[in-house]
Nanobody
């Protein structure tokens, strides 16, 4: 499974961005996907997750009410709608997919997309 993110950029505080993550390869084997972010000097943190079967979602408390995760199965694409952005949301955002092959679990990562929120 290969992942490519897009949609990052520079936005003023209070603005919005939508990130996309396009999956290719053995996409039928994906069971969950998520968005992570890593700010300079900080550890990578989980932002939001979505289960492929059932579509259950979860978001971190720090972005709850502002960020929404979704997926278009027909396009094999996952989205992160980010509203009311704050300077502390500035980070590189990474797409992640967990998938199975021959009963074993694997994880794929995208290359990351920079999100910068100015005050």
């Amino acid at each position: 499974v290969q992942l490519v993110e897009s949609g990052g950029g520079l936005v003023q505080a209070g603005g919005s961005l939508r990130l996309s993550c396009a999956a290719s390869g053995s996409t039928f084997s994906i069971n969950a996907m998520g968005w992570y972010r890593q700010a300079p000097g900080k550890q990578r943190e989980l932002v939001a997750t979505i289960r492929i079967g059932g579509g259950n979602t979860d978001v971190a408390d720090s972005v709850k009410g502002r960020f929404t995760i979704s997926r278009d199965n027909a396009k094999n694409t996952m989205y992160l709608q980010m509203n009311s952005l704050k300077p502390e949301d500035t980070a590189v955002y990474y797409c992640n997919a967990n998938w199975l092959k021959n009963g074993l679990g694997f994880s794929s990562w995208g290359q990351g997309t920079q999100v910068t929120v100015s005050s």
